[in-house]
């Protein structure tokens, strides 16, 4: 990274997505783990064993807190409606849930996780993934970042569950991404258009950023201040319009972030830096290592 360059980061905030529950009747334990919030008090949330879920059914979670089951989703899942006692829903469920690692950690989270699974400039609550990549970012590293005369600008994008999801198809084009919120702002919009029209490199800090910047880009490499939901899929072959270096984690074989940086770089070298990755014993996957892509 060189001065002036223009390193871009994905400012979401992991909240304690994996609550317990139990049948209002016949106090079955259910888990329930929140995907997103749809509007007020309700909530798209995946539950554990689904067959014992059905619409009407009320889960306790507390004396105070509840969710009546109202609908079922084409992906499995399900939208309930909260009831709680109290100002604020959120803290409510903050109080309560666990940090909601990844399916492929085998073990469950610890006090330890809340801090380590979340970034140092994590501030906007949403996610119930981390943008791994960021992980790396001391504050320490941070402010040499700046000293040495780098550019950072923040935006947020949701990381959701479907970031783990294996492509299942042979033809990339049906497979269909998950959508996940995101938000792109003028000031961030602004530094972008200048560090492009000034030659500057855009330097993305994880395969949400850049999922987020190519999905607001534009005609004539410029992007526009957005918020709103993207189901961008990226893969090979793909002409980035925004994204000059990535910095991403080495992911998982037949994911859609696998793709994205197979696209992003030629596959073969891709390969070979796994290969060599592997050879060297790196970490792969949400707490491993990183590399940079230029």
Same mark, same amino acid.
């Given at each position: ?74 992906? =499995? ?14 803290? &409510? ?39 791994? &990549? ?148 790196? =970490? ?5 290592? &990183?590399?940079?892509?230029?």
């Amino acid at each position: 990274m060189r001065k002036n360059d223009l390193l871009v980061l994905n400012n979401t905030r992991v909240f304690p997505a994996r609550l317990f529950a139990s049948k209002d009747r016949t106090e079955a334990k259910v888990e329930v783990f929140l995907l997103r919030e749809l509007a007020n008090d309700l909530w798209e949330v995946m539950v554990r064993p689904a067959r014992k879920v059905r619409i009407g059914n009320k889960l306790m979670f507390t004396s105070k807190l509840m969710c009546d089951v109202i609908d079922n989703t084409v992906s =499995g899942g399900r939208v309930v409606r909260f009831e709680f006692d109290g100002d604020n829903l959120h803290d &409510a469920i903050d109080r309560i849930g666990t940090c909601p690692l990844p399916p492929y950690i085998n073990r469950e989270a610890d006090l330890n996780d809340k801090k380590r699974y979340q970034t140092v400039y994590a501030s906007e609550r949403g996610a119930v993934a981390a943008p791994t &990549a960021g992980l790396h970012f001391t504050s320490g590293l941070i402010k040499k970042a700046e000293q040495k005369g780098i550019k950072l600008e923040y935006i947020t994008l949701h990381i959701g569950l479907g970031t783990f999801r294996p492509v299942q198809v042979e033809d990339l084009n049906r497979h269909q991404m998950d959508s996940e919120y995101f938000e792109v702002s003028p000031k961030t919009a602004l530094a972008i258009n200048q560090a492009k029209k000034r030659y500057r490199k855009i330097i993305a800090v994880g395969t949400s950023t850049v999922r987020a910047l190519e999905t607001i880009a534009i005609s004539g490499f410029q992007v526009t201040p957005k918020r709103g939901w993207t189901d961008k899929f990226i893969y090979p072959p793909y002409e980035f319009k925004m994204v000059d270096k990535m910095i991403t984690n080495f992911h998982a074989p037949k994911s859609t972030l696998m793709m994205m940086v197979s696209a992003f770089a030629d596959r073969d070298l891709i390969i070979k830096a796994y290969r060599e990755a592997k050879k060297n014993k790196y =970490g792969f996957l949400s707490y491993g290592d &990183a590399m940079m892509i230029v």
